[in-house]
Every structure is written in C-alpha cells, then in structure tokens.
C-alpha cells in the first residue's frame, strides 16, 4: 500500500496550487480520501474529505470556499486545489485514505507560503 503525495512548494501568497495524491496496493475507489496538514508546532488538521461513493465532500473551514477536493478513479489520484494562499496556510500536507479501521497515510508533502 502506498500514498505518494506530489505538488508542494514555495507559493506567494495569493497564489494557488494543486496537490496530488497516488494510491495504490489497495481499492482506491471503496475509500474515502482525505487531505490532512500539520502546520510547524501544530497538531495535525483534518482540510477536506471526499466519498467515492457519491462524491460528497466536506471541508475545514479553514479552506472552504477556496479549496477543492477531488479525485480521479482511472489514476487512483486525489487531488487538493487551493487558491488565495495565505501564510497560515504553510504546512506539511498528507494525503489519508480510511476505510473503517483500515487507514493508509502518504509521507507528506511540504507546501511553505510566503513573498
């Protein structure tokens, strides 16, 4: 099983990026996939969520209505587009896939926001 996240980096702020998130070693469409970050001296945060089954969402509203979650079924990817960056939103960001007590965690992938 493995969760490899890609798409971090230094962004401006204001900027946008989008995060991306390869599954595999496991039935990618029964999961429902998550996006979590950790902020440097913060506990980790759960940022978005997305059901296969139905596509529903929900995000944190530490992003709702700049963010969105998605996935794509034929990669095994799911994705985490952000927009309007801001400093706060510097952190390193995992990609979570759970499936009752099943739980799989990608290594993360750094996103720093600043000028």
């Known amino acids: 099983v493995q969760l490899v996240e890609s798409g971090g980096g230094l962004v401006q702020p204001g900027g946008s990026l989008r995060l991306s998130c390869v599954a595999s070693?496991?039935?990618?469409?029964?999961?429902?996939l998550n996006w979590y970050r950790q902020p440097p001296g913060k506990e980790r945060e759960l940022l978005a969520s997305?059901?296969?089954?139905?596509?529903?969402?929900g995000y944190a509203g530490s992003i709702r209505g700049r963010s969105t979650i998605s996935t794509d079924n034929t990669k095994n990817t799911v994705y985490l587009q952000m927009n309007s960056l801001k400093s706060e939103d510097t952190a390193v960001y995992y990609c979570?896939?759970?499936?009752?007590?099943?739980?799989?965690w990608g290594q993360g992938t750094q996103v720093t926001v600043s000028s």
């Open positions: 070693g496991f039935t990618f469409s029964d999961y429902v």
């Open positions: 979570n896939a759970r499936l009752g007590s099943l739980e799989y």
């Open positions: 997305i059901s296969n089954y139905g596509g529903h969402t």
